[in-house]
């Protein structure tokens, strides 16, 4: 997942029983970066990618995959985790790839599907997957709940901003997160929330090694070329849900659509969302400020 890990814990443990729970986060959240780290030949995802049957897969991934095929269908599309193949080619690898940005790919996308007598029953992929937009959140989804199992009163996961809060906070008003704009320079806003998942996608946070500044880390399902953050409407989402991983997606979707779409979007899914336009400016749906 490539991201930095943030964890804070309220807990009536002493100190030692405290920093204990705390490396068992972390190991949780290591055991999960080498299930689905598509860079690691060894993970789950790589498997898969490569032909590894998904009747094999273990718990935690056969669980991600089917929310992100829940994720595809909510949005209409507008979030795919099957574009593996895509982000390849756009050159979002560990060494820039020798194939230019931009070039389409022709692979067949019939890729994670549900069998109808079984939720759980999955097609070997026809091409590959990237879990890359909806991994993180789920991971500290994940996480916070394997804490609030091992008996923490509350918690905050953090990893690479994808947010999700459980329990009792560190004081009374609830968890108080902080929503910086695309520059980091300033706040666009501060929420309070009393748990719940909260995600920001930027299509200016990451830029490919040695390649243009005008392709992103997203690609557009759509024409499935990296959306270009100078022309995009909207280059940045902020999104309140139930979950991390359910932000994550949405966020990500909201960055391939235009304002309009992704209000509506939101509100369809009784999501709460700040979009920030290319010119700085800011939108919000109906539900931010009443989320809960």
Not at 84 to 112: C, F, M, Q
Not at 278 to 292: A, K, L, Q, R, V
Request: include cysteine; glycine fraction near 8%.
């Amino acid at each position: 997942m490539g991201a930095t890990a943030r964890v804070t814990v309220t807990t009536t443990f002493n100190v030692e029983q405290s920093q204990s729970l705390i490396r068992a986060a972390q190991d949780e959240i290591e055991r999960l970066e080498s299930l689905w780290s598509r860079f690691r030949p060894d993970s789950e995802i790589s498997g898969l990618n490569h032909g590894r049957p998904a009747e094999t897969l273990s718990q935690p991934t056969r669980s991600l995959l089917e929310l992100a095929e829940l994720a595809r269908h909510k949005t209409n599309g507008l979030f795919d985790h099957r574009l593996g193949d895509e982000i390849v080619l756009a050159g979002y690898t560990k060494s820039v790839s020798a194939s230019r940005p931009g070039t389409t790919s022709s692979t067949s996308h019939d890729v994670v599907t549900f069998s109808n007598d079984s939720p759980t029953g999955f097609a070997t992929p026809a091409t590959r997957v990237d879990v890359g937009g909806i991994a993180k959140g789920f991971a500290a989804d994940y996480v916070a709940e394997f804490l609030i199992r091992h008996g923490a009163c509350g918690v905050l996961v953090s990893l690479g901003g994808d947010i999700r809060c459980l329990g009792a906070s560190d004081h009374d008003r609830g968890w108080e997160i902080e929503v910086e704009s695309p520059d980091e320079t300033t706040a666009l806003d501060r929420i309070t929330i009393a748990e719940g998942g909260i995600a920001t996608s930027s299509l200016t946070a990451r830029r490919w090694n040695g390649i243009s500044p005008t392709v992103s880390h997203v690609i557009d399902p759509r024409s499935r070329l990296p959306v270009d953050p100078t022309r995009a409407e909207i280059v940045q989402a902020t999104v309140l849900a139930s979950t991390a991983a359910w932000a994550e997606a949405f966020a990500t979707a909201c960055l391939v659509a235009d304002p309009i779409c992704s209000v509506a979007l939101l509100d369809r899914n009784g999501l709460a969302g700040l979009l920030v336009r290319g010119d700085g400016s800011t939108i919000t749906n109906m539900n931010w400020g009443t989320f809960e």
